[in-house]
């Protein structure tokens, strides 16, 4: 039933209205469906709602892009780790997922929920920005006290790892595995002698 508002410009029995941004009488299927309007149509025709809405989109862009800049600007080191991050085709939030969905089906002790940029930034207030256990680059995510050993999903027992020290580490605990990993970086001329892993010079 079409509801008949006469004193309203928009409206006509005709199967046609006028369009309250740009004036002009279209049929009714130039108008989307709207169910808050009597006549079921928007006021607008659907040439005006597109330009509204792309001009809505530019706009959320330059808002988006503001907070972005503001985030960079309150911490540059982890934006920069992120952007590195993402450009090597490194995606730390679905590495995250993978790991957080490990630590649920490993029913861990713990299972925090952050997400993957409070991840990167927690590591760079902690200065590990690469490797953790080696002067390699920040390739996976390592659970350092490991979750088939109780370790928890929580921050502070996550930490960046090349593939090479996650694969060799495995489910070892720290001091099972990493004076031994030292020694042989340093055997191999990797690492000098007085070098010392990122993550072992933070506080346990
Ligand atoms: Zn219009
Ligand atoms: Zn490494």
Redesign the pocket.
């Known amino acids: 039933m079409q509801l008949q508002r006469p004193w309203l410009p928009n409206e006509s029995a005709a199967g046609s209205k006028t ?6 009488t ?1 049929p009714l299927d130039a108008f989307y469906r709207n169910a808050q309007s009597a006549d079921g149509r928007h006021p ?6 597109s330009a509204a809405l792309v001009a809505y989109r530019e706009r959320e862009r330059v808002t988006i892009n503001a907070r972005k800049r503001d985030a960079y600007a309150s911490n540059p080191g982890a934006q920069r780790e992120w952007n590195r991050a993402w450009r090597n085709g490194n995606r730390p939030a679905r590495r995250l997922q993978h790991q957080r969905r490990r630590a649920l089906l490993a029913e861990a002790t713990s299972c925090a929920a952050f997400t993957a940029e409070e991840m990167l930034r927690d590591w760079e207030s902690r200065g590990l920005t690469g490797c953790s256990y080696c002067p390699g680059e920040f390739e996976s995510i390592d659970h350092v006290i490991p979750l088939k050993r109780g370790g928890a999903h929580e921050l502070a027992n996550l930490a960046p790892a090349c593939i090479s020290c996650n694969s060799s580490k495995r489910d070892s605990l720290l001091d099972e595995w990493l004076p031994r990993h030292v020694e042989r970086l340093r055997r191999e001329g990797v690492v000098s002698d007085d070098w010392c892993p990122p993550l072992a010079a933070q506080p346990a």
């Open positions: 369009c309250t941004k740009c004036g002009a279209k607008q025709c659907k040439a005006c709602r």
